[in-house]
């Protein structure tokens, strides 16, 4: 078994981040390098930063206060950044597609479920052999379950991602600049 | 069942325990004690392990032998069972995993807290995790319990009081002493043994049928004594219109429940972003869509080899379905084969068990210690150490779940099973989604409304089951002799999942608290890029 320990971040990511990884390892991440980067899992901004060896720094600081005790100037920021047009941009792609989304699985689910329960007669109704209306539409379900996922995580990564990790480091630069240490 | 299937089963069960003790040994020897470390494993799993390890959370022994059991009873209706179970992870993965990992550190009331005036959310959401995690946890304990009796042929009382108390007395130790970490890379082994063998037995089964599925199902109808009924819907879930109420509100806490149990939410904070938990919600997905296919196979085949009567006749509610069709797939009672597929079977179940319950202490340990006691603590002023003395707390928090669990779990021994999940299900759609889902995209949400949110959907949901024929009013209820049965149906969550979401609106709508619009903007932006986040 192999120790989740000793990896470089990022490792086990899917093939297509061993290019960067390869380039990264040894190497302090540069911000210049990350911010071009969107295969680039980051860990926290500052700190749970790894040591050297690859274990989170011990330190934690307290779960409260570190949002609502930041510099006031810092808050301003994430108004500036909901305000911008890049941040609207990825948040309405996120919605364009979650929200009819979540309506048409969810429509479609009570549907099955309702009808189920209501009209056993049609769900009964024979097609070929065995297999009856009930038994597509639940196969179906499974079907446009594995559809719906991998519609979902393609248009995240090819929409979204690139735009969100941009917006990640600019919105730290900017709480950086402004509160001091963040 | 002879002494050969249970000295086999108990060797291999065995041989787990010390695999896991082993892991668990192995991860604490370089523990730090951080928080970062007990709650979330230190975030450097891989998309693909947390992938894994959700499957293993969620894969749960209800599923293994309690679905498959139902299926092999009621053909039909017990696959709208699993087609709930899976659809559900479309909530969690379109609404829930990346926002939540971006937004929270270790709970769910990390992602409410932020916004509000901390400490009354704290609580709210803590109380609720913790009573979602401990219902959950019994109904796994009266599993183990009932398992153990059946599968090594012991009913006694005392077999099944020594199997909740071993099983309790594991799982403790493998929380307290190694953490997420730990936890992680069991659930990952018993993932892994759960989906071999559940492969392995569908190839066997679709051997015996030369691969036609037809023709498994036709014979399926057949021997069940239901014949072409057996394929359709209704034989559970018909009848009486408040049994397909019933259903209705089952079908509807399954599919919105799974996005706010504890132990799934604190999986997602073991990956480093976003990206991860999202990647890892997919393989889940994956992971856990296969895996429901093969049981709805398992299920009409033990109906087809072992034969509805037979099942029905080892075990009331079904439970048995998928050891006996084991028996029967290895060649039968008095051979080697039988005799082993029965015992490795009857392995995995445990392990199953055994795995799922350990992840759901850790997720209802990590409330109890972040969200209640330091809420609890911090109202007498002290702060002093809080990282270490937290996770000392969380260690601590786990052993008292377990002990809880394991009285629970003894008093509970007679319940079924598959009702005390659904119930954990309606109460976590009800108590904990209208508040997370309202925290990450209400602008006006406020603090009133995140508490209104969360009593409103919990104080419903657990009080129409006290009113329920489940506690009163009915022959087979828990109180069989006294009435106080006003709620016809089981299932509260056709009520009380409206009701948490209109509690959260009004809460918030009456509250003389204007939204923090800065606080709101921090939770949006964190939440879709990932700015600022643990």
């Not at chain 2, 504890?262 to 938990?277: D, K």
Request: aromatic share 10%.
């Amino acid at each position: 078994m192999q120790s989740s320990d000793d990896r470089p971040r990022g490792a086990g990511d899917g093939p297509e981040s061993s290019a960067e990884n390869q380039e990264d390892r040894g190497v302090p991440p540069s911000r210049e390098a990350t911010h071009e980067d969107p295969w680039y899992d980051t860990l926290a901004s500052g700190w749970g930063e790894p040591d050297g060896t690859g274990v989170p720094a011990a330190a934690v600081p307290p779960a409260r206060g570190e949002w609502g005790g930041a510099d006031p100037r810092a808050r301003d920021v994430y108004v500036e950044v909901q305000r911008s047009a890049a941040f609207q941009e990825v948040r309405a792609r996120y919605r364009r597609f979650v929200v009819p989304g979540v309506a048409v699985f969810l429509v479609w689910y009570m549907s099955y479920l309702v009808t189920a329960t209501t009209a056993p007669g049609l769900m009964a109704r024979s097609v070929a052999g065995a297999v009856n209306v009930g038994m597509l539409a639940g196969l179906g379900q499974f079907l446009t379950t594995f559809l719906f996922a991998w519609a979902y995580a393609r248009h995240a990564r090819l929409r979204r991602d690139r735009a969100a990790l941009e917006l990640r480091w600019d919105t730290q630069e900017l709480t950086r600049g402004r509160g001091g240490a963040s | 069942m002879t002494g050969h299937h249970q000295a086999l089963a108990l060797l291999l069960f065995s041989g787990f325990v010390a695999v896991t003790l082993g892991i668990t040994t192995w991860v604490s020897r370089r523990r730090q004690g951080s928080a970062e470390e007990f709650y979330a494993g230190g975030r450097l799993f891989s998309p693909m392990e947390n992938g894994f390890a959700i499957a293993g959370d969620y894969m749960s022994a209800a599923s293994f032998l309690g679905v498959t059991g139902l299926i092999a009873l009621y053909g039909y209706d017990g696959m709208l069972y699993v087609v709930g179970f899976l659809v559900a992870w479309l909530v969690v993965l379109f609404l829930v995993a990346e926002l939540v990992r971006n937004c929270g550190r270790f709970t769910l009331a990390d992602v409410v807290a932020a916004r509000m005036s901390e400490r009354p959310v704290r609580i709210a959401a803590g109380t609720s995790s913790v009573t979602v995690s401990v219902l959950y946890l019994v109904a796994q304990m009266v599993g183990a319990g009932s398992l153990v009796a059946l599968l090594l042929g012991r009913t006694s009382g005392a077999a099944q009081t020594w199997a909740v108390i071993g099983v309790g007395a594991l799982m403790v130790v493998y929380v307290s002493l190694g953490g997420m970490r730990a936890t992680t890379w069991i659930q990952i082994v018993k993932a892994v043994l759960l989906l071999s063998g559940t492969v392995a037995l569908t190839a066997l089964l679709l051997l015996r049928f030369h691969g036609d599925i037809d023709r498994l199902l036709l014979t399926a109808a057949e021997r069940s004594g239901h014949g072409r009924a057996f394929l359709a819907p209704g034989l559970r879930y018909g009848g009486t219109w408040t049994a397909r109420l019933d259903f209705i509100s089952l079908g509807l806490a399954l599919v919105l429940g799974t996005a706010g149990l504890p132990h799934i939410l604190s999986r997602f904070y073991t990956v480093p972003t976003a990206r991860a938990a999202r990647r890892s919600a997919v393989w889940s997905i994956g992971l856990i869509g296969g895996f429901y296919l093969m049981t709805i196979v398992l299920g009409f085949g033990a109906a087809a080899v072992v034969g509805t009567g037979a099942v029905r006749g080892s075990n009331a509610a079904g439970n048995t379905a998928v050891p006996l069709l084991a028996l029967e797939l290895g060649g039968g009672a008095a051979s080697t084969g039988g005799t082993v597929l029965f015992a490795v079977v009857a392995a995995v179940a445990f392990a199953t068990i055994l795995a799922v319950v350990a992840g759901i202490t850790l997720a209802s340990s990590a409330s109890v210690a972040h969200d209640l006691y330091a809420s609890l603590r911090r109202s007498r002023g002290r702060r002093r150490g809080r990282a270490r003395s937290e996770v000392a707390v969380a260690r601590w928090a786990a052993v008292g779940i377990g002990v809880v669990a394991i009285a629970l779990g003894l008093l509970a021994r007679d319940l079924n099973v598959a009702f005390l999940v659904g119930l954990a299900f309606a109460v976590a759609a009800s108590a904990n989604l209208p508040v997370l889902l309202y925290s990450l995209f209400w602008r006006g949400f406020t603090t009133r409304g995140a508490v209104w949110a969360v009593y409103g959907g919990l104080i419903p949901a657990l009080g129409l089951v006290l009113l329920s024929p489940v506690v009163s009013g009915s022959p087979a209820s828990l109180f069989p002799d006294v009435d106080f049965q006003y709620f016809p149906l089981q299932n509260p969550g056709i009520v009380s999942i409206p009701l948490g979401f209109l509690a959260g609106w009004l809460g918030t709508v009456t509250s003389d608290e204007v939204a923090d619009e800065a606080k709101y903007a921090e939770t949006e932006v964190r939440s879709l890029t990932g700015a600022g986040a643990a």
